[in-house]
């Protein structure tokens, strides 16, 4: 079982930034890879970005130069910085694990982006 735990996510004027945190536990036995999706009302949940360990991450194209994914990877723990943020981009972002073929999901935090 791996356990993810989010944290970061709340309220922030457009133009503002936040700082999203997820910390991955338990039986990480294999290189994994570390993402963030996210699911706005009314929406499927859609892609933010992802790092393979070791690797270069891959963004969605709607925020590509805004948020970066960066990793802890001694402490298992990826982060979601975000910045330039967008009325657009409030949603609940969800963490991700890949570990082989089996995905794990955090619980979810909402951002919301607001005057």
């Known amino acids: 079982q791996v356990h993810l735990v989010e944290s970061g996510g709340g309220l922030v004027q457009p133009g503002g930034s936040l700082r999203l945190s997820c910390a991955a536990s338990?039986?990480?036995?294999?290189?994994?890879?570390m993402g963030w999706f996210r699911q706005a009302p009314g929406k499927k949940r859609d892609l933010v970005g992802t790092?393979?360990?070791?690797?270069?991450?891959n963004y969605a194209d709607s925020v590509k130069g805004r948020f970066t994914i960066s990793r802890d990877n001694a402490k298992n723990i990826v982060y979601l910085q975000m910045n330039s943020l967008k009325p657009e981009d409030t949603a609940v972002y969800y963490c991700?694990?890949?570990?082989?073929?089996?995905?794990?999901w955090g619980q979810g935090t909402q951002v919301t982006v607001s005057s």
């Open positions: 991700n694990v890949r570990l082989g073929v089996i995905d794990y």
């Open positions: 338990g039986n990480i036995f294999s290189p994994i890879t």
């Open positions: 790092m393979a360990s070791g690797g270069t991450p």
